[in-house]
């Protein structure tokens, strides 16, 4: 049997969605160096300063999760409109993101405003306490514009426009590094901020990137004829409601991965100002390289979503198989690094002797789980671009909650292995994660093709074709 044209067109998919990906992955890259910046800062501020931005960070990114993935569902309902020829009803339905992205900011500003309070019955060190406090009554002011900024970046994304999302998030580096650095360490007449000025200085840049993408939505040709801004729209109840149930479940799925490292974060933050720190340093790396696999699940998230729009099955498979594909190659790449470069990559952080050989011993586990992690966060993005999001949303739920976590907390902390074992906890979490969601893919697409079988033709509503648990 001859299988050079199935080669030919899964390597023209691969290539489609590299093309798709390489600014989503870049822009990704980019929120990744916000972080990478700010562990900089605090570290060569001072191992205080770096263990209270690891505990900020930490309760900044478990409220984020929620409303990052909650409006996921942006770009495969824009995708599916695109591909099925319904243009017209996507300005509608991204104003009715723009309601919904905003009550999410909102109610994030609220619990980081609450949670300041839980420090000391979390356990968190006394000493880490006051800088971690301050970090997030900074940060927080930026809330609304993060969630705003991610509705109008999936929107783009959704249409397969993906510069603007590398353009700003490189631009926001040129606002967070200067003003970080100042109101951290105080220059220009300006007081010694410490942790809390990094948190002020991370809202200014998240709004500034917020405003930046309304005003390039609002005057770029490419978007004028969807009249995304043509006239003002009360919240709909039924869009909006549409959008949670894909969303909502997309939300869970992303803050139960994001919450076993945040959560891992946490716990380790009973240890220690060293052990924090050291982890924080890791954990940041480890996001760095995570930045591509989830660059290409978006990219794998609206091509499988286009070809649903089209009703092609066969497509659907091979925009996964595309993204499984790079996200290995580009996996297997982050894995040799960190093997190799752990104790240089360690250095750049801190001056600590004790935090940096932490760190890169916690380095080499990250290595481990690079695999695991790029077929999870594609198999998450396919089955997003199907609208299957409840039953990945239990899987993930079973991995890292039912097996991560507790693998983790109980070699972490009961059996003494301290950072190592909650790190070892991660990867188990994730492998399992990496298991199901594959499995799930599979079967989702084999149940896609049976269903536009038995209709005999492509689906005219695309978000109809519904996969049964």
Do not use: K
């Not at 609206?302 to 066969?314: E, F, I, K, T």
């Not at 292995?417 to 599979?442: D, K, N």
């Amino acid at each position: 049997m001859n299988h050079a044209p199935d080669t030919r067109r899964l390597g023209h998919e691969a290539r489609a969605t590299a093309v798709l990906a390489a600014p989503l992955v870049a822009g990704h890259l980019a929120t990744g160096l916000i972080g990478f910046v700010d562990t900089v800062i605090a570290g060569h501020h001072g191992t205080l300063t770096l263990a209270a931005v690891a505990v900020g960070a930490a309760l900044w990114a478990l409220p984020m999760m929620l409303p990052m993935g909650t409006l996921m569902s942006l770009p495969p309902a824009v995708s599916q409109l695109d591909g099925s020829g319904r243009r017209e009803e996507i300005g509608p339905l991204f104003r009715q993101g723009l309601w919904l992205a905003l009550a999410l900011g909102l109610l994030m500003f609220a619990f980081l405003s609450i949670v300041v309070f839980a420090l000391g019955p979390m356990g968190i060190a006394a000493e880490v306490r006051p800088g971690a406090r301050d970090f997030l009554h900074g940060i927080r002011w930026g809330a609304p514009a993060l969630t705003l900024y991610l509705a109008m970046r999936y929107l783009s994304d959704g249409l397969h426009w993906t510069l603007p999302t590398m353009v700003l998030g490189f631009g926001g580096l040129l606002v967070l590094v200067p003003l970080g650095y100042v109101l951290t360490f105080g220059s220009f007449g300006l007081p010694e901020m410490g942790a809390g000025g990094l948190g002020i200085a991370s809202a200014a840049m998240l709004w500034t990137q917020a405003l930046a993408f309304a005003v390039y939505l609002a005057t770029s040709r490419r978007f004028a004829a969807l009249g995304l801004f043509s006239r003002f729209e009360w919240p709909r109840r039924e869009p909006i409601a549409g959008l949670l149930r894909t969303g909502l479940p997309i939300g869970v799925t992303v803050a139960m991965e994001g919450g076993l490292f945040i959560v891992t974060a946490l716990l380790i933050g009973r240890l220690g100002a060293v052990e924090v720190a050291a982890h924080q340093i890791a954990l940041n790396v480890s996001a760095l390289c995570f930045m591509i696999p989830f660059g290409l699940a978006e990219a794998t998230t609206v091509r499988v979503g286009h070809a649903l729009g089209r009703g092609s099955a066969s497509a659907v498979r091979r925009a996964a198989m595309a993204g499984y594909v790079l996200a290995l190659g580009t996996q297997a790449v982050s894995a040799l690094l960190l093997l190799l470069g752990n104790d240089v990559v360690a250095s750049v952080y801190t001056d600590d002797v004790a935090v940096a050989t932490l760190a890169a011993s916690l380095l080499l586990y990250a290595a481990a789980f690079q695999f695991p992690d790029g077929i999870q966060v594609v198999s998450a993005g396919a089955l997003r671009g199907l609208g299957d999001t409840r039953v990945p949303m239990l899987l993930a739920a079973l991995a890292y909650w039912g097996i991560g976590m507790p693998m983790g907390a109980g070699l972490g902390l009961y059996l003494g292995w301290g950072p190592e074992g909650m790190w070892t906890g991660l990867i188990g979490g994730l492998s399992v994660a990496a298991l199901l969601m594959a499995m799930r893919f599979r079967r989702s697409s084999r149940r896609l093709q049976e269903v536009l079988v038995t209709s005999g033709s492509s689906p005219a509503d695309p978000p109809a074709v519904t996969l049964s648990p």
